[in-house]
């Protein structure tokens, strides 16, 4: 419980420092802010989950740009999704009152077994976006919706799973703009180390993977002068990465201007300015989550 607690406090200061920092971005913490903690208490509830040599990738396929977990299952009993669901939609339902209805139908549709997460998120990782409609379409949901309340449920097992994977591939060489682990795309561009190594966070296991420092992780464009960097003199250590080829974004933070350690799910709504920025000259985000898809 201790610990718990102690991780809690730790992503709680760090809203209640950016909301000081920028006020402006207030209500998105308000919304999010008790469902960040609650799933970052709730993930460390899980134990890592053992792998076998059904996960272990192929060498020459890993290299050709398969990732681990394309075609696998997870490695997660059905019943943790309930306790996920126990623990997560409360603070969902708070931060997110206008749509507590449909949070409470996904909630009866996995207790009566009429929406299998592991199932819906295996469809979203493949891309089959027929299986998603039809089980949109069943629930009566939108599936844009059904994506956030499944994703919020499904990230902690996610993460836990890709901390258990990890080691699998350190040796392998991977040179995609996507996940080698889960095959999405990367919600963040971190530079760090004294030669500011630039690494991607992915969006949906949060792993993190080296990447080349001037190339767009989508088009795999790499010619400097189709890139370009927005920020604000106030904040040099946040910055917008546009391509001018795809159109594309991703929000980057340089890691070696910060003074303190950060939690990235918080930094990263903290960032939201940038968000604004890059989609008002027409950019859009690489990774779509519920705070960057902007009206």
């Known amino acids: 419980m201790k610990k718990n607690q102690d991780i809690a406090d ?32 709730f993930k460390t509830q899980l134990s890592l989950p053992e792998t076998d040599d ?15 977990l394309t075609g696998k299952t997870l490695m997660f009993d059905k019943s943790d999704y309930l306790k996920a669901a ?5 603070a969902m339902e708070k931060g997110f009152p206008k749509i507590a ?44 919706l059904l994506r956030f309340i499944v994703g919020q449920i499904t990230k902690p097992f996610l993460e836990k799973q890709a ?20 095959g999405s795309y990367p919600e963040l561009s971190i530079l760090q180390g004294q030669t500011g190594e630039r690494w991607l966070r992915c969006a949906v296991c949060a792993h993190e993977w080296r990447f080349i420092r001037i190339k767009c992780p989508v088009c ?33 933070f340089d890691l070696r201007k910060y003074t303190q350690a950060i939690v990235f ?23 779509e989550n519920a705070w960057n898809v902007l009206d």
Request: charged share 25%.
């Open 10 to 41: 730790n992503v709680y200061q760090a809203i209640q420092a950016i909301k000081r920092r920028t006020p402006a971005f207030n209500n998105i913490f308000d919304a999010f802010g008790e469902l960040i903690i609650a799933r970052a208490c």
């Open 265 to 287: 799910d918080v930094e990263r709504l903290g960032a939201l300015y940038l968000d604004v920025a890059a989609q008002e000259r027409g950019y859009f985000p690489i990774a």
């Open 86 to 90: 126990d623990s997560l939609f409360p």
């Open 54 to 68: 059904t996960f272990k990738p192929d060498p020459l396929r890993f290299s050709q740009g398969v990732s681990v």
């Open 101 to 144: 209805p449909n949070i409470h139908a996904v909630k009866q549709a996995i207790e009566n077994q009429r929406l299998s997460p592991e199932i819906f998120m295996r469809a979203l990782l493949n891309g089959e976006d027929e299986k998603i409609q039809e089980i949109s379409n069943e629930l009566t949901l939108e599936p844009q």
């Open 163 to 182: 901390e258990a994977l990890r080691p699998l591939i350190q040796e392998l060489q991977w040179h995609k703009g996507y996940c080698p682990i889960c």
């Open 220 to 252: 795999e464009n790499d010619k400097a002068e189709d890139m370009e960097l927005i920020f604000s003199e106030e904040r040099p250590y946040q910055r917008a990465e546009l391509c001018h080829s795809c159109k594309k974004y991703l929000i980057g």
